[in-house]
């Protein structure tokens, strides 16, 4: 009984921890925003994510860069409002040279006092890390303008997939030079922080988001598995994680269901790392075998995500299968094998 008792008090114990140590959201942000002191990664607004485009080398052109979307600069507009309505002094504007970036600066903020490649490069550097733990000046934030990956490397507590577009971290600067999380910007929040009457509960939370008793119920009985599968009888399609290898199976399912030769190849140009054994020809001729066999795929399943391989249940006309994507250590925004397995094969 006492050794029960013990551990019970020691989750109690951990999960009010949890609570006193939970991001701030909205308003309570809002208000810590106001007397500067932090930076704000925020990444780019909503983009077409039907265009493919090419990793390597990053294209200067806007017409090879994929842009913000109708919903992307409506957001982008929105911040501003939310900027604004809530007096947050922003100093420095940094952005990634990025169309979508730059335009989501200029729309929220204003136009940007630095534009600087290093908020676009991947793998991370020395100068990144600096650029992102430099401190703002007095009385005043830092907004820097990115892309997921670099918010990613940078903020401890925030993982791929935590931060979509058009959302930002609120980082605060430690006197040892590095930076912690205090909060985040969800989607969400800014139509929330603008129009409270239009407010939706607060999502998104790690810490506190069902209170003691939620915490507790997870420390007794295990966290629930993030990959969990989805029902397999579900119609409605899983968002496909917002990771390395997420972003190229996404970028895979459309051209995949275009049917089209070409734009098949478009996405082996831009996502897939050449094989010197195996020729563009030879992968199209598989494409066209695929598409004959199985019709357009919709992703039904998560089975597995990481950085860098995903794995996700597909439905096609012929079954369910597998679809594993594996994107390459060297260069992660491109994929080193794209595979099928169908649904009780071995093979």
């Known amino acids: 009984m006492t050794h029960a008792l013990s551990?019970?008090?020691?989750?109690?114990?951990?999960?009010?921890?949890?609570?006193?140590?939970?991001?701030?959201?909205?308003?309570?942000?809002m208000a810590t925003l106001k007397s500067g002191g932090y930076t704000i990664l925020?990444?780019?607004?909503?983009?077409?994510?039907?265009?493919?485009?090419?990793?390597?080398?990053?294209?200067?052109e806007r017409s090879q860069q994929r842009n913000l979307n109708e919903?992307?600069?409506?957001?982008?507009?929105?911040?501003?409002?939310?900027?604004?309505?809530?007096?947050?002094?922003?100093?420095?504007?940094?952005?990634?040279?990025?169309?979508?970036?730059?335009?989501?600066a200029e729309m929220a903020?204003?136009?940007?006092?630095?534009?600087?490649?290093?908020?676009?490069?991947?793998?991370?550097?020395?100068?990144?890390?600096?650029?992102?733990?430099?401190?703002?000046?007095?009385?005043t934030n830092r907004l820097l303008v990115t892309h997921h990956f670099v918010i990613e490397t940078h903020v401890p507590g925030i993982t791929p997939g935590d931060i979509g577009e058009s959302e930002a971290a609120v980082v605060r600067h430690t006197a040892d030079g590095k930076v912690e999380l205090v909060g985040r910007i969800l989607l969400d929040d800014w139509t929330a922080l603008a129009n409270p009457a239009e407010a939706r509960p607060i999502t998104g939370q790690k810490t506190d988001g069902d209170g003691v008793h939620g915490a507790l119920a997870r420390l007794l009985h295990g966290a629930p598995d993030a990959n969990a599968e989805y029902r397999k009888d579900s119609k409605v399609a899983v968002e496909v994680p917002d990771t390395h290898a997420g972003h190229i199976a996404r970028e895979y399912v459309a051209a995949f269901n275009t049917g089209s030769a070409e734009k098949m190849r478009a996405f082996m140009e831009a996502w897939m790392v050449q094989d010197p054994a195996r020729s563009t020809a030879d992968r199209l001729k598989t494409y066209a075998e695929l598409y004959e066999a199985l019709g357009p795929l919709t992703p039904t399943v998560i089975h597995a995500s990481?950085?860098?391989?995903?794995?996700?249940?597909?439905?096609?006309?012929?079954g369910d299968l597998r679809l594993t994507v594996k994107a390459a250590e060297a260069q992660p925004m491109r994929a080193t094998s794209v595979t099928f397995t169908m649904e009780g094969a071995h093979r």
Do not use: C, W
């Open 109 to 139: 903020a204003g136009k940007p006092t630095e534009v600087t490649m290093l908020l676009r490069v991947f793998p991370t550097t020395p100068e990144q890390a600096a650029l992102v733990s430099k401190p703002p000046r007095p009385g």
């Open 71 to 104: 919903a992307g600069i409506q957001d982008a507009r929105l911040m501003g409002v939310v900027f604004r309505k809530y007096g947050i002094p922003l100093g420095e504007i940094i952005s990634s040279p990025m169309y979508r970036a730059l335009e989501t």
């Open 7 to 29: 551990i019970l008090n020691l989750a109690i114990s951990l999960a009010s921890s949890a609570i006193g140590s939970a991001e701030q959201r909205r308003e309570e942000l």
């Open 306 to 318: 990481a950085q860098l391989e995903v794995t996700l249940g597909m439905r096609s006309k012929r």
């Open 42 to 60: 925020l990444r780019h607004a909503r983009t077409d994510r039907s265009f493919n485009e090419q990793r390597d080398p990053v294209p200067a």
